[in-house]
């Protein structure tokens, strides 16, 4: 078979694997092959989270991240419900433990209406008559947020993806990216480079260099942040019925340590949000040179440790000691204890920085002529996978016309 396609994706990510879907459906004749360096599809961020449809309470009206995460919440459910992939809507409170939470929550609470969500306000007697083992001055009972199985999504993506004819290149890492007026060359690192008409890169915790790889001037380094999170015991599974989230700090994009309902039954309590000393490794202290030294040599990551020095060394602390990272949880659900916190794994973020110190909130994505880049898609890019690849697919659509 010939290497020429008429559209090419990198990354088997969620967003990858949504696109690729998504321009099969608008373009049924259309050659399409996903390309991704792993032996397997979803093998980082869109495994490696939180597994909630989260409901767009605390993105500005407006932005990218509210519109695409209110239209992807139903879009999941449906995507779920049609193939039989685990998820559930139970809903989440944002607990309040103090007047100085409280007042940002009654900002949040505005946000979310903003955003069109079915909210519920719920001072100390009714947090405790909804979730017995949670504590609060006040919280926000957001019914519309809840947990799916990514994994499952991907794979069944991927699934669908093939069976329509779709060509899935696993195990090929790209070595290299020319944009040309006839196409655009992708080398990889096993056979013969592919052209496509068209390139989408999806590029998760790698975008960056990828975009870089392509010749894009971009203004971002994906700087990755560690979050570490602990599967509770199953005697403790019953603990809530909820989700339970505390207030976050507005100014950075971190939700901080909360109790996640999985779709297996289980509860997890997490996650942390310290700097990575490496993009793609999960073990407790692992370390990549490479990824090393495009952190520190960002001048933006600096700028942004000597912005937030309080926070990264709190988050430093809660990394090294149980004690401290439980303390965390037990200011709205004091019945935590250290036993809780049974089983260890952790996510990576990939958070696009500017050379200014500024983290990128909303998503960002780049265009050529013959190219379509996502630099920015942490979360909530799980539960927007759907409606980003819809407008990615759009963009690509009118540029070729």
């Not at 193939?83 to 900002?107: F, M, N, S, W, Y």
């Not at 603990?239 to 039954?265: A, M, Q």
């Not at 794994?345 to 990939?350: H, L, M, N, P, V």
Request: aromatic share 6%.
């Amino acid at each position: 078979m010939s290497s020429r396609y008429d559209y090419v994706v990198i990354g088997a990510g969620i967003v990858g694997l949504a696109t690729a879907r998504r321009l099969q459906q608008v373009h049924p004749a259309a050659r399409i092959a996903v390309v991704e360096k792993e032996q397997g599809v979803a093998r980082h961020q869109s495994s490696h989270n939180s597994g909630v449809i989260h409901a767009g309470v605390y993105y500005p009206p407006g932005s990218l991240k509210a519109t695409y995460c209110r239209q992807g919440v139903a879009a999941t459910l449906a995507f779920c419900a049609e193939h039989g992939i685990p998820h559930r809507q139970c809903g989440k409170l944002v607990v309040a433990t103090d007047a100085v939470e409280a007042a940002r929550l009654r900002d949040l609470a505005g946000r979310a209406r903003e955003n069109g969500l079915d909210c519920a306000w719920l001072e100390h007697d009714g947090i405790a008559a909804h979730e017995p083992a949670v504590s609060g001055v006040a919280a926000l009972f957001v019914r519309d947020t809840g947990i799916a199985d990514y994994p499952a999504v991907c794979a069944r993506l991927a699934e669908l993806f093939t069976a329509a004819g779709g060509e899935l290149l696993l195990g090929q890492a790209v070595r290299g990216i020319a944009e040309r007026a006839d196409g655009v060359n992708v080398e990889v690192a096993d056979g013969p480079a592919l052209v496509a008409d068209f390139l989408v890169v999806c590029g998760g915790l790698q975008a960056d260099r990828l975009a870089r790889l392509a010749g894009l001037d971009i203004d971002v380094t994906i700087v990755p942040f560690r979050g570490d999170y602990y599967r509770m015991p199953a005697a403790r599974s019953d603990l809530v019925s909820t989700l339970i989230y505390p207030v976050p700090d507005p100014r950075l994009p971190f939700l901080g340590v909360h109790l996640t309902l999985t779709t297996d039954g289980g509860i997890t309590i997490g996650p942390t949000a310290m700097l990575a000393l490496a993009r793609e490794r999960y073990a407790k202290w692992a370390v990549d040179p490479a990824d090393v030294v495009a952190s520190l040599g960002n001048p933006g990551t600096w700028r942004l440790l000597a912005r937030f020095p309080r926070a990264g060394l709190s988050e430093v602390a809660h990394a090294l000691s149980r004690r401290l990272y439980l303390r965390e949880a037990q200011r709205y659900c004091p019945s935590l204890t250290l036993d809780d916190l049974a089983t260890h794994a952790c996510g990576i973020r990939a958070q696009a920085v500017t050379r200014g110190g500024d983290m990128v909130h909303d998503f960002l994505i780049e265009q050529t002529a013959r190219s379509v880049h996502v630099l920015n898609a942490p979360s909530p890019a799980a539960t927007s996978a759907f409606p980003i690849a819809a407008a990615l697919v759009e963009r690509i659509t009118a540029a070729r016309a």
